[in-house]
């Protein structure tokens, strides 16, 4: 294996391919080396956030956003999943779960969500608190990761002053009791369900940014028309993770004929393309993708409907195809009401 091109913290990863000692790619070792990247990365910006070094008391639970419940519930039930997981000996599934809650769900959504309390003109206040709750989930996170990844884990606790008088890591105790113990379970059930409804909609609007090739442009706007009241509190954190330039609310919008729109959780969503797109050559990428799409769909149909093909190739071929083919089916049904919205 070269260990030059990843580094030498995750050359014992537990789980190489067998031939990776030839020279060849080993998809578990970039793995590894880009999941230590994102922790040091984290923990970079953490730094770069100064306030208090080591734990700090968890404020009251009315100080907490809906962002801040939510991701300390999913740490406590990340300890009781791998504790599960432990008792089962499925080690392997303990990995994935560490790996996809530190990347999905504290980096891509909770850090994500939070960057807009470093701004020189955010509540300080509201800075402080979450950089506690970053820090807790830091700790107990790193705790449970310990004996995966010993070193690089052994070194964050001491830089993000969990290291109280020298004591290491390996030596720390994982508190017994759950971060969220004594907290109305009302109020945590109700953030998590705020937070869901705010991700979903986030998921929705950057699916459709991404359609009209507007992924990486900060200067969409959309409109909401809300059906609960409870979300105009958190335009702003849904502007930030969607992407937008705006995000304006509106109970009386009318859209000009073919601006796409969507439902998500919190209302009906609309995204106007003036300005942004140019009308006729995107008509002209759909019909190409719809070309292609009808192509590839009529093929995987003849396919599938020779009896040669359908007896002799192996279920799971056969299966792939089928998946295939639903996929492109609503494919080319996408992309035929993106056509229509821009007629």
Known sequence: MRIAPTGTDVRFIENKSKDSDSGTECPQVEEGRNFANKLWNASRFRQMQGGPEGLSQLPHIENLSIYDIDILSKLDALRDDISASYSAYKFQEIANKLYDFFWSEFCDWYLESIKQYFREDADSERRDTVLIVVDIVFARFLQQLHPYMPHITEELWEKLGFAVDGALLMNAHLPEDPVMKGF???????????????????????????????????????????????????????????????????????????????????????????????????????????????????????????????????AEVVQENLDRKDGLRKKVEQLNEMLQNLS
């Open 184 to 314: 109305d379970s009302k109020i945590v059930e109700r953030a998590k369900e705020r937070t869901n409804a705010i991700h979903e909609a986030t998921t929705r609007a950057r699916h459709l940014k991404a359609q009209y090739n507007l992924a990486a442009n900060r200067n969409v706007k959309f409109f909401l028309q809300p059906s609960v009241e409870w979300a105009i509190d958190e335009l702003e954190t849904l502007k930030i993770l969607s992407g937008a330039g705006e995000i304006s609310v509106s109970e009386s919008y009318e859209p000009s004929p073919g601006t796409p729109a969507f439902l998500t959780p919190i209302g009906k969503m609309y995204m106007p393309l003036e300005g942004l797109v140019d009308i006729e050559a995107e008509k002209k990428r759909i019909n190409k993708e719809i070309d292609k799409a009808e192509k590839d769909l009529k093929q995987i149909r003849g396919k599938l409907s020779n009896p040669k093909f359908t007896e002799r190739a192996p």
